[in-house]
């Protein structure tokens, strides 16, 4: 039974660091399943994990993304997909907090509820009596399987023309789901397809995405809660890096519990440990991994910081919210990339824990919203003058 005190930050992250283990012990088989196991969704809701970024009065913690970092970095040190299907239910709770409250109110009925989502605009909204008629395919819906709502997104036709890409919601049993999740990295997230045709969407579960983006939300309850007064960019590039650095520790700590046992072959060193190479690529990869932190930390200040005063974001800062993302992959793969190489050829053994890691990192790379090379040409861009060429800012 949960207590109804909302935990500090450091219980928050005692508990899941106390979740590492089991996450570890359960990866393989949530590779194998393509899927979270069942065991460690229910570890998780127990540790209050899904309730970080709910508003307080549906049993919300209505957590600050100081928290997510701290919390996410332990649950990326046991498994990259349980850190990557956690903070993608984070940031769809979040999301739905900027829904009218009506909608809230059915959603988080569930203080514990998970929604995957996706954002990428792929189905077409025809207005109906009382709502929409959505009907599309959305791929990269990471923990559908233990979803009980779909956030998704859409394009309805105005009444000029035009077209106004809008987020919707809706119960995931409405869905058909394509089991298609056969991937390189990040296999345990469960990401499949989903399908919908007709599904009905009520008045009051639909935003425009452009209002979302200038903070012209639906909600009334929740214009006052800090949580609410970030942009999207930045409540999302702050819950996303966490992970990454999780990923790049437990890489660096299975590296060294491995070459204290291990010699390196044809040489005379018995130990890998004893060897000034590794002393320079253990070095080489805290360092990475420690900018990568210092990237992670100030975003999260600076979305904290901001919210607290009621500050205004300038088109800089928002466009550092997306590099702040792409430095902390960029970084966190290098690191993962050099422990990986230092690893030996016993290393790519699929029970191998390193493996495993550089597969997740770089699947988080190349996902839309953290690609390194597209975030940094954004931020040169603004700071050169120019406009952005992305909504996403």
């Known amino acids: 039974m949960q207590s109804t005190a909302i935990p500090t930050?450091?219980?928050?992250?005692?508990?899941?660091?106390?979740?590492?283990?089991?996450?570890?012990?359960?990866?393989?088989?949530?590779?194998?399943?393509?899927r979270l196991t069942d065991e460690v969704v229910a570890a998780l809701t127990e540790a209050g994990i899904f309730r970080m970024r709910l508003p307080a009065r549906f049993g919300g913690y209505e957590c600050?993304?100081?928290?997510?970092?701290?919390?996410?970095?332990?649950?990326?040190?046991?498994?990259?997909?349980?850190?990557?299907?956690?903070?993608?239910?984070?940031?769809?709770?979040?999301?739905?907090?900027?829904?009218?409250?009506e909608a809230q109110e059915e959603v988080f009925a569930d203080p514990d509820v998970r929604i995957c989502g996706t954002l990428a605009p792929t189905a077409t909204a025809t207005p109906t009596e009382g709502g929409l008629l959505v009907s599309g395919s959305w791929a990269f819906n990471s923990g559908a399987a233990?979803?009980?709502?779909?956030?998704?997104?859409?394009?309805?036709?105005?009444?000029?023309?035009?077209?106004l890409p809008i987020m919707a919601l809706a119960p995931i049993d409405r869905f058909d789901v394509v089991e298609d999740w056969r991937v390189s990295g990040l296999r345990g997230t469960g990401s499949v397809t989903l399908n919908g045709r007709d599904v009905?969407?009520?008045?009051?579960?639909?935003?425009?995405?452009?209002?979302?983006?200038?903070?012209?939300?639906?909600?009334?309850?929740?214009a006052d809660s800090p949580m609410y007064r970030a942009p999207v960019v930045g409540a999302v590039g702050a819950a996303t890096c966490?992970?990454?650095?999780?990923?790049?520790?437990?890489?660096?700590?299975?590296?060294?519990?491995?070459?204290?046992k291990r010699p390196i072959t044809n040489t005379t060193y018995e130990r890998q440990l004893d060897a000034p190479v590794t002393h320079l690529e253990v070095a080489e990869a805290a360092l990475l991994t420690d900018e990568a932190e210092f990237h992670a930390r100030k975003l999260a200040s600076m979305v904290d910081g901001k919210a607290a005063a009621g500050q205004e974001?300038?088109?800089?800062?928002?466009?550092?919210?997306?590099?702040?993302?792409?430095?902390?992959?960029?970084?966190?793969?290098?690191?993962?990339?050099?422990?990986?190489?230092?690893?030996?050829?016993?290393?790519?053994?699929s029970d191998q824990l390193v493996q495993r890691i550089r597969r997740d990192v770089q699947a988080i790379n190349?996902?839309?919203?953290?690609?390194?090379?597209?975030?940094?040409?954004?931020?040169?861009r603004v700071l050169c003058g120019l406009e952005p060429n992305t909504f996403f800012v």
């Open 200 to 222: 009905f969407v009520p008045d009051g579960f639909h935003i425009p995405i452009p209002a979302m983006l200038q903070q012209q939300y639906a909600t009334k309850l929740n």
């Open 366 to 380: 190349i996902h839309a919203l953290n690609l390194p090379s597209t975030n940094l040409e954004l931020y040169g």
């Open 9 to 34: 930050h450091a219980e928050l992250v005692e508990r899941a660091r106390a979740l590492v283990p089991l996450l570890r012990e359960q990866a393989v088989r949530a590779e194998q399943e393509a």
């Open 146 to 163: 233990h979803s009980s709502w779909k956030l998704l997104s859409a394009i309805l036709p105005t009444p000029d023309g035009g077209a």
């Open 242 to 260: 966490g992970k990454l650095i999780g990923l790049a520790r437990a890489a660096q700590e299975d590296f060294l519990e491995r070459a204290s």
């Open 64 to 101: 600050d993304t100081a928290t997510l970092v701290d919390v996410s970095i332990e649950l990326g040190r046991g498994d990259g997909s349980v850190a990557f299907d956690v903070v993608a239910w984070w940031i769809m709770s979040w999301n739905i907090g900027q829904f009218a409250d």
């Open 313 to 349: 974001w300038t088109l800089q800062e928002r466009a550092y919210a997306r590099v702040a993302v792409g430095r902390v992959c960029q970084l966190t793969a290098r690191a993962v990339d050099l422990i990986a190489g230092a690893s030996g050829a016993s290393s790519i053994y």
